[in-house]
């Protein structure tokens, strides 16, 4: 009864203020009274939330003459300019006949194979599920198609020229008049009945299709009726046909009688649509709205029209078409006003109202839950509700010195309320009347923002000017500031007394802890990095021995030894949004947290997010600080600027939405919106294919509870895979996936925010054929380069080679320039060397050095060393080596040798370990095991 309340309280208002005089208080109430009993609406319940779309939302056309599901579950809207296609979220609009400037679509159905099928104004055309485009069906329909029925996988379809059926490519038509330009061949309507008979509803007459003839035979509405009726659209519901008719309101033809009458009278002789979901009859008409039937009583029990008295309320009274799904969401479609539809939700959540006080669209800025009695506080005022003496009242802002109450407290039998530049006002329960307390004026004209009852039972309150303490018992009174403590010279805002009886004390400029026992507020003496300078920080008692405080800054938590403290990360939960309310269940061990966004549940890691909105009931988004209470039955209270709502903790608990798939609204892949094909594709096989082209395009969409709820309350998450972390969507931002798909088979998990069920699409990642050309030309490229590197390298190497030889030529030149030799000399010292080597063997020592040799043929190294530089060409290394090697094959081939293994045989012929090896290859070619194989026989 929010419009009673509000001239109740318009009344008492009237009569608080003492300077009106009698004549017009009395004026007031009459004219309250008068209004009062006059509306007869004042006593219905909110109506429910609508919304609306029109071609300026994207609708194609702004009159909808036909609306309904497909079986993926998104909505389908015929309208004056083609077909759109809506999901809750997102529309899409097909014309059928793109030669045509306009579609006229008067009707549309659906066979099993999910084909979808439109009666239009150029003919009977068809929807391919896989391409997503309209083609005309039959050469043979090209005339209007005003109505279209399917039964499994044959579809019926009635225009201005007779009745078709089209069954297994197969098609062929009926005719209810030899005459082919009578009228009695224009089919208005079909439809088929629970046992499979097909009825067909022309201009002005009913007829039963007989399959096995493949013939309409008339059941006589015209001779029963004997007046000329303009049929509309019939609808069947057991063995009952209901017909509305263009003059003659609506008429009901009983099968098993086979009579027909009129039916309830629907307050328009036009009827337009008619429609049933097996207990009640939807009507609509042009004029008058829809209106509901009950099957089972035959009367009207409800109507939906543009009066403010309507549940739902309509935008215009003139209902084209209309449809209601399983769940019950309405959908109304208008002449050349679109749509209107409900949304669908559980009433979680209700608005609290008594039969004296409704609190809808009350804007509460604080609340005391006290059993039966209930006092609310608000912008303009304070509430006092007593449901079990049915006592009610309103106080004024004039009564209680200040308009915004900021808090309300049961202190000592009694209700503290506090207020904004009014100080803090006591309320007594049993006469209803508002007192001061205390002797300090600021109680009388401060600015109080919080109160709260000690351990000690006394009452603190929160002010700009400090912290007061007030004892009813004693009568004392004191205050703490920042001249007689350590309290900081700012706006007090918020009180919290923990488990050990102290108090946090939050100022704009950070937090204090008052002990009351040793009477010490102390600013500082926190632990390194705790969160004291958080300004305006609320405080709630948490989990366990932990401390939750919040606001402005986010959500920080401590336990009471100050020895785990820190601030919670909920950026990727609930965001970054300002934290207005919350508080600890411990029935449930979840924390409620209100924001600027809605109203989530949070375990006691702050990690797993359930979120309730308008989906629930919860018609507000903005919370007031701290007004959030669990009563002792178990029920969660909430201050909204709408209103004060509640909700049992149990069903809150229980809550899951159901079965309800996700579907995947304003997909795009890369920078492409897909089209309609492919997202016909993806709903009905969820499946996406993605091409990969230097990396995975990135794809982003937008998700979308397939139920038409409000989307804007709901919170998603995504993630790859099954074991992948889950993306919280915030604020309704589109999920961007740009990086943990690969190439191949990849699923993509979607649901709702804290909800059992997942919703999943295979995600099919293939490389594109501009890819694959493009990696063959990047792999021809690096070859080439490759090869150019190569070539340029060894080119490079070999000039290098080429100009240290020199160098070292050059630099042999120059050493030996000095040393004056002839060719004849070098032959004879060459003699004497190799004489030497042959029959002292030096080379068998690994000792043996250029120097040693030189000293016993008696020359000098320079004259040794130029021998082999520059006549043998060749050095003194290589020289020795090449005398090992020989004596090393030597002592192969003998047998006194043969237990000798080949390092060790080495080692004997002068080789060091380390050089053995590589000499032996470098100058034979083969390793030294190969060479013993072939010389010993393997």
């Not at 109506?47 to 998104?74: F, H, Q």
């Not at 895979?721 to 931002?733: A, H, I, Q, R, S």
């Not at 594109?768 to 070859?783: D, G, Q, R």
């Amino acid at each position: 009864m929010p419009t009673t309340n509000l001239y109740l309280n318009s009344i008492t208002i009237l009569l608080a203020h003492r300077h009106h005089n009698v004549q017009t208080i009395s004026h007031a109430i009459i004219m309250a009274l008068t209004i009062l009993l006059l509306s007869p609406c004042m006593t219905a319940a909110a109506p429910v939330r609508m919304r609306s779309l029109t071609i300026y939302d994207g609708l194609a056309g702004e009159s909808v003459n036909c609306i309904a599901k497909s079986p993926s579950g998104m909505i389908w809207a015929g309208t004056v300019n083609g077909v759109t296609i809506y999901d809750g979220n997102e529309m899409r609009n097909i014309n059928v006949n793109l030669a045509r400037a306009q579609n006229i679509i008067y009707d549309i159905a659906f066979t099993e194979d999910h084909t979808a099928w439109v009666g239009s104004s150029s003919g009977l055309y068809r929807m391919d599920p896989e391409k997503g485009i309209f083609s005309l069906a039959s050469d043979l329909v090209q005339d209007k198609v005003s109505s279209v029925c399917a039964r499994g996988n044959t579809l019926f379809a009635g225009s201005t020229h007779g009745f078709y059926v089209f069954r297994n490519n197969k098609r062929w038509q009926v005719k209810m008049s030899r005459d082919h330009l009578s009228k009695a061949n224009n089919v208005e309507d079909i439809k088929t009945d629970a046992r499979g008979g097909v009825w067909i509803l022309g201009g002005r007459e009913l007829y039963k299709y007989n399959e096995k003839t493949k013939k309409a035979a008339p059941v006589g509405l015209r001779e029963q009726l004997r007046i000329h009726n303009n049929m509309r659209r019939m609808t069947i519901a057991g063995e009952r046909i209901f017909i509305g008719t263009y003059n003659d309101g609506l008429l009901v033809y009983n099968m098993r009688t086979g009579k027909v009458s009129r039916y309830v009278d629907v307050e328009c002789r036009v009827v337009v649509c008619v429609s049933n979901d097996g207990k009640y009859l939807y009507v609509g008409t042009d004029g008058a709205g829809l209106k509901v039937i009950s099957l089972m009583e035959d009367r009207m029990v409800k109507e939906y029209t543009t009066s403010p008295c309507s549940e739902m309320r309509l935008l215009d009274n003139t209902v084209y078409s209309f449809y209601r799904d399983r769940s019950g969401v309405c959908f109304f479609g208008y002449f050349r006003r679109g749509i209107h539809h409900s949304y669908n939700g559980s009433e979680l959540f209700k608005c609290y109202s008594t039969p004296h006080f409704n609190s809808d669209s009350v804007n509460v800025r604080s609340i005391c839950i006290d059993g039966k009695v209930k006092v609310l506080g608000s912008r303009g005022g304070l509430y006092y509700i007593d449901e079990e003496s049915q006592r009610y009242k309103f106080f004024t802002p004039e009564e209680l010195g200040g308009s915004i109450v900021t808090n309300v407290v049961k202190y000592n039998n009694m209700y503290y309320c506090c207020t904004f530049n009014g100080g803090v006002m006591r309320i007594d329960p049993e006469t209803l009347t508002t007192s001061r307390f205390g002797s300090d004026p600021a109680l009388a004209t401060g600015s109080f923002s919080w109160l709260a009852v000690s351990p000690g039972n006394q009452l603190n309150m929160a002010s700009n000017t400090g912290l007061y303490i007030y004892d009813s018992g004693t009568c004392s009174e004191k205050v703490l500031n920042s001249q007689n403590s350590q309290l900081y010279n700012s706006q007090v805002y918020n009180i919290l007394f923990d488990r050990q009886r102290r108090c946090w004390i939050s100022t704009n400029d950070g937090i204090c802890l008052y002990d009351p026992v040793d009477d010490i507020v102390r600013a500082g003496g926190f632990p390194y990095g705790f969160f004291n300078k958080a300004q305006d920080a609320n405080g709630v008692i948490g989990h366990g021995s932990n401390l939750i405080f919040f606001g402005i800054n986010g959500i920080y938590r401590t336990n009471e030894e100050l020895t785990s403290f820190g601030r919670i990360n909920t950026q990727q939960t609930i965001g970054g949004d300002y934290v207005s309310q919350v508080i600890y269940d411990p029935y449930y061990k979840n924390y409620w947290i209100g924001t600027e966004r809605g109203l989530f549940k949070m375990d006691t890691t702050f990690t797993h997010v359930t979120k309730f909105a308008q989906e629930v009931g919860l018609n507000s988004r903005e919370f007031s600080n701290n007004a959030i209470f669990i009563d002792k039955e178990r029920r969660l209270w909430t201050g909204t600027v709408k209103g004060l709502y509640y909700a049992s903790l149990d069903s809150l608990q229980k809550y899951d939405v159901g079965n309800v798939p996700i579907h995947l609204s304003e997909m795009m892949i890369g920078s492409r919106h897909i089209s309609f094909g492919e997202l016909v594709s993806i709903v009905s096989s969820h499946t996406i294919r993605l091409s990969y082209h230097w990396g995975i395009h990135t794809l982003s969409f937008q998700p979308c509870l397939l139920n038409f709820s409000d989307q804007a309350g709901l919170c998603f998450e995504y993630r790859i895979g099954d074991d992948g972390p889950w993306t919280v969507l915030k604020n309704n931002e589109r999920a961007v996936i740009d990086h943990g798909l690969s190439i191949g088979h990849n699923v993509l998990q979607v649901r709702l925010a804290g909800q059992r069920h997942i919703t999943e699409y295979e995600v099919y990642v293939w490389p594109s054929t501009a890819y694959v050309c493009e990696w063959i030309a990047f792999i021809l490229m690096t070859v080439a380069v490759a090869i150019v590197y190569g070539q340029r390298r060894r080119l490079r190497r070999q000039r290098e080679e080429m100009q240290r030889v020199q160098k070292e030529l050059e630099e042999v030149k120059r050493k030996y320039s000095r040393v004056n030799t002839n060719e004849d000399e070098q032959q004879r010292l060459l003699a004497r060397l190799e004489e030497y080597m042959r029959h002292d063997k030096p080379y068998l020592s690994q000792e043996v050095k250029l120097s040693d040799i030189a000293s016993h043929l008696d020359i000098s190294t320079v004259k040794l060393s130029q021998l082999f530089n520059v006549y043998l060409q060749r050095n003194y290394y290589d020289f020795m080596n090449h005398y090992r090697l020989e004596e090393f094959k030597r002592r192969i081939d003998d047998k006194r040798y043969a237990h000798y293994t080949l390092l060790a045989l080495a080692e004997e012929c002068g080789f060091k370990r380390s050089s053995f090896f590589a000499t032996f290859k470098k100058v034979e070619g083969i390793t030294p095991t190969e060479y013993v194989k072939r010389h010993r026989g393997g």
